[in-house]
């Protein structure tokens, strides 16, 4: 499974790009979720404009096993979200990294637990 370097990651198996100026994030779930998961059929995204905190339950993601919510990382306004996500949830399936769910803009928190690369191979690993 791919770790990207340049991303942070949650316990909860999300992942966080965040920009240059720390203002902004795009916020997806990761291989390892994706594959626990296994087929993803329907993904509620949260609204352009919502207020959320970092924690929160924001979207949800059920696959052919379960459903799931996604906790935002960050604190922030939902500035956009992954409209090709509506029609084809399954692009997660392919391609967690590329098919992000939702971008937060006007960061004032990031959660404190977040973990580099190499913390989150470790965490997968014992969860394996």
């Given at each position: 499974m791919a770790y990207p370097k340049e991303l942070l990651y949650t316990e909860d198996h999300e992942w966080i790009k965040l920009s240059e100026d720390g203002k902004?994030?795009?916020i997806g779930i990761t291989d390892f979720a994706q594959d626990q998961l296994g087929d993803i059929v329907y993904i509620g995204?949260?609204?352009?404009e919502d207020e959320v905190s970092a924690e929160d339950s924001v979207a949800d993601i059920?696959?052919?096993k379960s459903v799931s919510d996604i906790f935002s990382p960050v604190t922030g306004v939902v500035s956009r979200i992954n409209e090709q996500?509506?029609?084809?949830?399954e692009l997660v399936n392919a391609d967690s990294y590329s098919a992000w769910l939702f971008e937060v803009s006007e960061i004032t928190?990031?959660?404190e637990n977040t973990l580099s690369a190499e913390e989150y191979e470790k965490l997968v690993a014992e969860e394996a």
């Open positions: 902004t994030a795009l995204l949260p609204e352009i059920e696959s052919v996500l509506e029609e084809a949830p928190e990031v959660q």
